[in-house]
């Protein structure tokens, strides 16, 4: 079964610090892998974008990485700030003949305190 | 400017009281997709469709309907609301959806809708 899973769960941080959110994937076939940012209530706004063949992506103080052997993904947050509080979704992208799906993860709420 | 809307934003609706909830993007995208997002489920792919014409089911399709006449436009309907349809819903769109290409998706505001 396609499955996303991502962890922690929720995370509450200090402004400044970094943080590294993680997910694991079992989608099969793989075609890329997304992190995005949904602030509550809103839709989500894509981060980074990686194919297989991508090891790391980087948006300002984001940085994505991928390991597609054991199918692995983090995003790293960079001093963080407050306006960093927001929930971060991993997506897998499932392509296969006549099948073109998006698998979302339940996201990590992150709280970034002043 | 580049976006992906919906109407309406908020709806309040009695089960049984058929609905639609449109979606229209002006970005020429090929992709469209309707999800719905639950506290704890996270976001679920209810339908996509490659182009017009072109429509398939996502992990949740039971309850609701959909259809691409024209190419910017892609209406979620809910002939039969049921209280468990109570959810925010999200449209987006992409150019497309490739292999060795990854396109942006992009989203709407969203819909929550409670049905009674």
């Known amino acids: 079964k396609n499955q996303v899973e991502q962890s922690p769960q929720s995370l509450i941080i200090l402004e400044g610090k970094n943080c590294t959110l993680q997910c694991n994937y079992t989608v099969s076939p793989f075609s890329n892998l997304r992190w995005y940012k949904q602030d509550t209530g809103r839709g989500p706004v894509s981060l980074t974008i990686?194919?297989?063949?991508?090891n790391t992506k980087s948006n300002g103080r984001y940085t994505a990485t991928l390991d597609a052997d054991t199918k692995q993904s983090s995003l790293h947050i960079t001093a963080s700030q407050l306006s960093d509080s927001a929930s971060y979704i991993c997506v897998v992208s499932a392509l296969s003949p006549g099948t073109y799906k998006y698998i979302f993860g339940t996201g990590t709420r992150l709280k970034v305190l002043a | 400017e580049a976006q992906v809307t919906q109407n309406p934003r908020y709806l309040i609706t009695v089960t049984g009281k058929k609905l639609t909830v449109t979606c229209s993007q002006n970005?020429?995208?090929?992709?469209m997709s309707w999800y719905r997002q639950d506290p704890g489920l996270g976001l679920r792919q209810i339908y996509y469709?490659?182009?017009?014409?072109?429509?398939d089911k996502g992990d949740v399709p039971e309850g609701y309907k959909v259809s691409r006449k024209e190419k910017r436009n892609f209406p979620l309907i809910l002939e039969s609301p049921s209280p468990n349809q109570t959810s925010l819903y999200f449209c987006?769109?992409?150019?497309?959806?490739?292999?060795?290409?990854?396109?942006?998706?992009?989203f709407g505001p969203g819909t929550r809708l409670t049905v009674t």
């Open positions: 970005m020429n995208h090929e992709y």
């Open positions: 990686m194919t297989f063949s991508e």
């Open positions: 987006a769109s992409s150019l497309s959806f490739g292999q060795l290409d990854a396109y942006e998706q992009y």
């Open positions: 469709s490659m182009n017009v014409e072109v429509t």
